[in-house]
């Protein structure tokens, strides 16, 4: 079992930890450019009142045993560095700088987690009232722009989807503001956020929701989250409260008014993107489908030259995964948007096509406009379709590869499972071997004091032994003496005998005498 913190005591009582968050996760380990599985378990979101108050992160197994913690300070950039590199896998550094990475085994908890994770920033900043506090969670290697990663920039319309939490903040600064997960104030609903970045909380569109002003500096498909205090002003139904954010970022829209012309241009470029992400899918099947085929049986965790298990996912494997799941959450947030460029065209349409005004092209020129619209609009359509059988197709894969994945992660689960059955077996074995080995040695002992009281027993005997000799011996002369004394008395009595048969004699002699004077 392993201790959050080290115990903290003010004003002599200890401060009480409390755990804000957990979710089910899977704990990696990155070493040397390959990520090793390090087991599943719960990521938690632990704080501590104080002064300042204290936040860690802390991945552990079903037993408690951390795998392992990572201090929260006031900004992300300078303690855990926690990214996002996909939707559901994120990396981070622990106390000791080592890398880790989990994968979030509910999806619909990676954004209440990222507004905990705000929350924890937030309480760290001692709860700041006149500002926002802001955690960019975009990865480091995007950062530097390039294909794919638009920046926003100030004074740009971007297209986000958010939801927004209630804060509920502490008496003081040394206690610890609680997020309300069930109590979600605004989100974006179905269709994203369009709005235009702000350099101020003061420049505020009337129907702003806040953080328009703390996004500027995002890159698309990245998540930023953003606590605004109650004091800062907004017109929104979470005005008044202390909200946090957790905003994802779609598009970057450079000119509004070119949505809709542009739709054929992005439906092009949306289907060699599509194109490429099937080259890539394919090449990722590929590898896999080779990998698989050099052993019998599912691919088993291995341990790496340190002695660690886990899974031994190679890191391009992983990071090819990571790029089709990003470009497949791409191509989809590109299908919602051209869908509603259509849409929106579709409505424009038929309103003006409804609306009477007066025709200023000839009946020709405007039957062949509407031709082409339709033209287009078809086209549009056709792309459309195509495309979302090219997404059927690439969710098809992505269904078999998550088997897979789910597949090696139940093996490796099994394993684990296995693992702690034979250690659970052999401790139960050392037990019961060391209570008979207490057995025996107490056998041992009892045998030796017997052994004593029996040897003490017979030198007993053997000193009434020769008691009994000595008295004996003293017996049998005294025994000697008697019949010694006995025999002389005999002589005696026989000579006495002896002597009263002459008396009598003498006594019957002497009555005959008498008998013959009295006569």
């Not at 702003?208 to 500027?216: D, P, R, Y």
């Not at 009892?446 to 040897?455: F, L």
Request: hydrophobic residues 35%; contains cysteine.
């Amino acid at each position: 079992q392993f201790l959050y913190f080290i115990g903290r005591r003010e004003r002599g009582r200890a401060m009480p930890q409390e755990v804000l968050f957990r979710t089910p996760v899977t704990v990696f380990e990155v070493q040397d450019g390959t990520t090793v599985e390090v087991g599943t378990g719960t990521c938690c979101i632990v704080g501590q009142a104080g002064s300042p108050p204290r936040y860690k992160l802390v991945c552990n197994d079903d037993q408690r045993n951390c795998y392992c913690a990572a201090t929260i300070a006031e900004s992300n950039e300078h303690s855990l560095r926690f990214q996002l590199q996909s939707v559901e896998y994120a990396t981070f550094h622990d106390d000791e700088d080592g890398q880790f990475a989990v994968l979030f085994l509910k999806t619909g908890d990676v954004e209440v987690f990222l507004a905990h994770l705000a929350t924890a920033f937030y309480g760290a900043c001692r709860q700041p009232t006149h500002s926002s506090v802001i955690a960019d969670f975009a990865h480091s290697s995007r950062r530097g722009g390039g294909p794919g990663n638009e920046v926003l920039e100030l004074g740009r319309r971007a297209k986000v989807r958010f939801q927004a939490f209630a804060v509920v903040n502490g008496e003081t600064s040394n206690d610890l503001p609680l997020l309300e997960s069930n109590n979600i104030v605004d989100e974006s609903g179905d269709m994203p956020y369009t709005f235009e970045a702000v350099q101020s909380a003061f420049s505020l569109p009337e129907d702003g929701k806040g953080f328009e002003s703390s996004v500027v500096g995002m890159i698309t498909d990245s998540f930023r989250s953003v606590v605004v205090p109650s004091t800062l002003p907004r017109n929104c139904p979470s005005s008044g409260k202390t909200v946090v954010f957790v905003v994802h970022l779609k598009r970057v829209v450079a000119d509004p008014a070119a949505d809709v012309s542009g739709a054929l241009v992005e439906a092009r470029n949306s289907a060699r993107q599509s194109a490429e992400i099937t080259r890539t899918a394919n090449a990722l099947v590929t590898t896999t489908k080779s990998s698989s085929s050099r052993g019998d049986g599912p691919p088993r965790p291995h341990r790496n030259e340190g002695g660690k298990p886990g899974s031994g996912v190679p890191a391009e494997h992983m990071l090819l995964v990571q790029k089709v799941a990003s470009q497949v959450n791409t191509a989809l947030s590109g299908l919602r948007d051209l869908q509603d460029k259509i849409d929106h065209f579709n409505e424009d349409w038929k309103q003006s096509v409804n609306r009477p005004k007066p025709s200023v092209l000839p009946n020709n020129a405007l039957e062949q406009n509407l031709r082409n619209l339709i033209n287009d609009n078809e086209r549009a359509r056709d792309e459309l379709e195509r495309r979302e059988e090219l997404i059927r197709a690439l969710e098809e894969r992505n269904r078999d590869l998550q088997k897979r994945v789910d597949k090696a992660a139940q093996l490796a689960q099994t394993l684990m499972e296995e693992k702690k059955k034979t250690v659970s077996q052999t401790s139960d074995m050392r037990l019961e071997m060391d209570r008979q080995n207490l057995r025996l040695q107490e056998q041992i002992t009892q045998a030796m004091n017997e052994r004593d009281d029996v040897q003490r027993h017979l030198e007993t005997v053997k000193k009434l032994l020769n008691m009994s000799d000595d008295a004996l011996k003293d017996i049998k002369g005294k025994y000697d003496i008697v019949q010694v004394q006995v025999r002389g008395t005999g002589d005696k009595l026989d000579a006495a005998e002896d002597q009263l048969g002459e008396e009598r004699t003498r006594r019957k002699a002497f009555e005959a005498k008498v008998a013959a004077q009295q006569e």
